[in-house]
């Protein structure tokens, strides 16, 4: 059953995070939420703290200050059950583990389920790897294309049925179809009620597949807005990125 | 623990950069293991008949033992780079971040291949021990036991998680001057310290090792993978952004906080060793063993600079003078890190005066040419990626070990030429050997 309810409950909340990335560099959120079945964009330029923010909701890097809480659950990095309701697709193809191929790497995520649900794991990572077309399941993630890694770090991330998905650059290796397939597996993630972040240097994109849109700059959410309400004041996210980022250069 | 998280921390850290991970961790465990009893086993027969004449208590006795297994494990664990494993920033490291696994889960798998290695040591120093203990007519149980102990506190002294440069570099600094100091209070020579007798200095010791096993809290506190800069390198920072053409290898040993501890290790330990020999003066007459010694040192180190360009498709080859370029300029990197770390052992040849210094000068130039040319050539073979223990240490044994064969090689003849004639020889050999692997690397790219 779908946990979508009228009123969309936050899965995901930061209050007041700090995240020291260098002497030069701090990345303070006082608020940010995500919300159920809903899909957010996160936009930003180079820079800006996009991964390093992502990488803090992941558990990854820990915040000198502030809580992040996924699904009521503090994320501080060692809380197992606030990492088991978060998916990851990074950006990065070096993230997998290149000893091991691919049907070694699902199998070692599925082995760190609870025992009860090992055999849907399975059945869900076929299944994903026929809709992604990835048939390289016996060859090695080192030995992989950059879209192949791709599509291994999609189907590690989306085989948990995640309640957050953190999504860093979905398309970028991916082919046209195989982009196409991505996108609606994300966006029926998010129709079960999964809170997806999905962060994009692609403001097309983030406007066409959001519903909202976060826009970060100088280490700090600037503007979190309804995609539509963007659109209304605005005209489009890019003539709104261009306002907020670089004070209307685009003039 | 699942069998599979174990099986990818052993295979992710012993057998990685192969296309047969698992085969790769089957040799590699085999050889160390076996290479450490083969020499364990000649050191310990030559222990075992040999009538020490040691008449000391027991404690005595165990606090020596204590103290050389320990003094062993911490150095080899070091030098292999585990504190960098140890750390998680590797790719298991990170997914071992993110994903559901409870925290003593995760710990224990960081720590898995650091306590395998742990164990290679313990296979090489338990013989030596017992050996020792039948030589001395003491127990054998409890010299296993402190012997085992003395590795195991080896590894946790390794694991104490520092980020700060400065700090890494001071470990080594602990771990040989600490060392250094329970020698010379075990063998009663430090008479400053007026409470410390020959007699309470076993005791003292022995309480003193137990510390180390507090590095397990801390490394079990430090989260895997959490591979933000918690405190820039004031190393770093100060080292010159540009430099002669010839020199960046030497400016890429420096920025790699892990050769860099290694030449600041070696240095030290040669400083020891050297001081040591000077004192009881156990050089004249043993020149040979002391150039022996510091070509197995400098091949050890030069078989390991190998790792810091990738294996395969390095920017420095394809994209700069190709592969002799590469060698060339890891010649000069190695020479230039090992007439520092070498440094000591050519003063105190010098200073014995058992041969005359064109002699020393000669015989340590060449031997120290010949012993980089082989460690390249060695490192080359290997060519450990970064971050793979596993070759790193099968890299650095076999460049130790080919250095000293040559060295038994070279110095079976008596006559100086001869010596000279065979270490020059081995240089150009080495060096187109060197050269005809990282061209076969290059070709043989992309086909099975």
């Known amino acids: ?251 | 623990m699942s069998s599979q998280l174990t099986s990818t921390s052993l295979i992710t850290s012993l057998g990685s950069g192969s296309a047969q991970p698992i085969r790769k961790l089957t040799i590699s465990l085999v050889v160390l293991t076996l290479g450490a009893l083969t020499i364990s086993s000649l050191l310990s027969r030559q222990i075992w008949e040999s009538n020490l004449g040691i008449s000391a208590p027991l404690i005595w006795i165990l606090a020596v033992i204590l103290v050389t297994s320990f003094f062993i494990s911490s150095s080899v664990l070091s030098l292999v780079r585990i504190s960098g494993i140890s750390k998680g920033s590797d790719n298991l490291g990170r997914h071992l971040a993110i994903l559901p696994v409870p925290p003593l889960t995760s710990w224990a798998i960081r720590l898995l291949p650091s306590f395998v290695l742990t164990m290679v040591i313990a296979i090489f120093c338990l013989p030596l021990s017992l050996a020792f203990a039948h030589a001395v007519t003491t127990s054998y149980l409890l010299s296993a036991s402190f012997c085992l102990y003395g590795c195991f506190a080896g590894l946790c002294f390794v694991l104490w998680p520092i980020h700060h440069t400065l700090l890494r570099m001071t470990k080594p600094l602990i771990l040989v001057g600490g060392t250094a100091i329970g020698v010379r209070l075990l063998s009663g020579e430090l008479t400053f310290w007026h409470h410390i007798s020959r007699e309470t200095a076993p005791y003292l010791l022995i309480s003193l090792l137990i510390l180390p096993i507090l590095g397990l809290i801390p490394s079990y506190l430090e989260k895997p993978g959490n591979y933000l800069p918690t405190s820039p390198s004031l190393i770093l920072i100060s080292l010159p952004k540009t430099t002669l053409q010839a020199f960046w290898y030497v400016l890429k040993i420096l920025r790699n906080r892990s050769s860099l501890t290694d030449v600041s290790f070696l240095l030290i330990a040669a400083l020891f060793l050297a001081s040591t020999a000077e004192r009881q003066s156990a050089i004249a007459g043993l020149e040979i063993i002391w150039i022996t010694i510091s070509m197995s040192a400098a091949g050890g180190l030069a078989g390991e600079l190998r790792s810091l360009v990738p294996r395969h498709k390095a920017a420095e080859v394809f994209s700069l003078a190709g592969p002799f370029f590469l060698i060339r300029s890891q010649l000069r990197g190695s020479l230039v890190a090992t007439s520092i770390t070498c440094l000591p052992f050519i003063l105190v040849l010098l200073h014995s005066g058992g041969w005359t210094p064109a002699h020393v000068i000669a015989i340590y130039l060449m031997s120290q040419l010949a012993a980089c040319s082989l460690g390249i050539a060695v490192g080359s073979l290997v060519a450990p990626p970064p971050r793979d223990v596993g070759g790193q240490l099968l890299s650095v044994s076999f460049s130790a070990t080919a250095c000293y064969l040559l060295a038994k090689g070279a110095f079976y003849f008596s006559i100086p030429v001869m010596q000279l004639a065979i270490l020059a020889t081995s240089i150009p050999l080495t060096l187109l050997a060197s050269h005809y692997i990282e061209s076969l690397r290059i070709r043989s790219y992309g086909h099975i």
Request: charged share 25%; aromatic share 6%.
């Open chain 1, 1 to 251: 059953m779908s946990h979508l309810s009228r009123n969309p409950s936050p899965l995901l909340t930061v209050s007041s995070l700090v995240i020291r990335r260098s002497r030069s560099f701090t990345l303070a959120i006082p608020h940010f939420e995500l919300l159920s079945g809903k899909i957010t964009s996160l936009v930003g330029a180079n820079g800006c703290g996009k991964t390093t923010f992502l990488e803090g909701l992941t558990g990854l890097v820990t915040p000198q200050g502030g809580e992040i809480r996924i699904n009521g659950y503090v994320q501080d990095g060692r809380q197992i059950e606030a990492k088991r309701h978060v998916g990851y697709i990074p950006d990065d193809d070096s993230w997998i583990i290149p000893e091991l191929t691919a049907a070694e790497y699902f199998k070692l995520l599925i082995s760190l389920a609870p025992k009860e649900e090992e055999k849907t794991l399975e059945k869900r990572t076929t299944e994903l790897s026929s809709l992604l077309d990835f048939n390289a399941i016996d060859m090695q993630t080192g030995a992989l294309s950059h879209g192949n890694r791709k599509k291994v770090q999609i189907i590690a991330a989306l085989m948990r049925r995640p309640k957050v998905l953190i999504v860093d650059e979905l398309r970028n290796g991916l082919d046209p179809i195989v982009i196409r397939v991505a996108e609606r597996l994300v966006q029926a993630e998010a129709q079960a009620g999964t809170a997806v972040l999905a962060a994009t240097h692609d403001l097309w994109w983030a406007e066409r597949f959001s519903d909202q849109v976060a826009i970060l700059a100088d280490g700090d959410i600037v503007l979190r807005e309804k995609t539509a309400r963007i659109q209304e004041e605005w005209g489009s996210l890019e003539n709104c990125f261009l306002e907020l980022c670089a004070g209307g250069i685009h003039e």
